[in-house]
């Protein structure tokens, strides 16, 4: 479990709500992971989540509220697996499948020219 003392620190955040970081203030998060080998397979789940919502203006004038998240689970396999490595992938062929989504990571509008800022796809 890792404390994270401002989730918008972080590089994505914190270029794309760059003119709203002051209004934001910090806004801290948890990032609890887990990470389980067995054998020449490896498993890995992690969540990082802000602990309570920003709230500020956007540059139009409208209250924007988000509570930023995110989450990744991985598999992977070793080939050619040694029981003496300490961890998938630090030698020789692996393969890995990988699976992440965002929560509340919508765009907010910014004057001059006008545009959309911190805006992350979404799958439908």
């Known amino acids: 479990m890792d404390y994270i003392s401002s989730v918008f620190d972080s590089n994505f955040l914190q270029s794309e709500y760059r003119p709203f970081i002051a209004e ?8 609890p992971s887990l990470k389980v080998g067995f054998g020449p397979y490896s498993f890995i789940g992690e969540m990082n ?3 309570k919502p920003a ?3 956007d540059g ?12 990744q689970v ?11 490595l300490e ?6 062929t692996y393969v890995a499948l990988s699976y ?4 509340d990571l919508g765009a907010c ?3 001059r020219p006008p545009t959309l800022v911190g805006s992350v796809p979404r799958l439908a």
């Not at 934001?24 to 990032?31: D, W």
């Not at 139009?60 to 989450?71: C, F, K, N, Y």
């Not at 991985?74 to 029981?83: E, I, K, T």
């Not at 961890?87 to 020789?92: K, T």
């Open 24 to 31: 934001i203030g910090r806004i801290p998060g948890l990032a």
């Open 49 to 51: 989540r802000a602990t």
């Open 55 to 57: 709230r500020f203006n």
């Open 60 to 71: 139009t004038g409208q209250p924007i509220t988000l509570r930023p998240s995110a989450w």
């Open 74 to 84: 991985s598999l992977a396999r070793q080939f050619d697996w040694n029981p003496w």
């Open 87 to 92: 961890s998938i992938g630090s030698q020789g």
């Open 100 to 103: 992440s989504r965002s929560h």
């Open 109 to 111: 509008s910014q004057r």
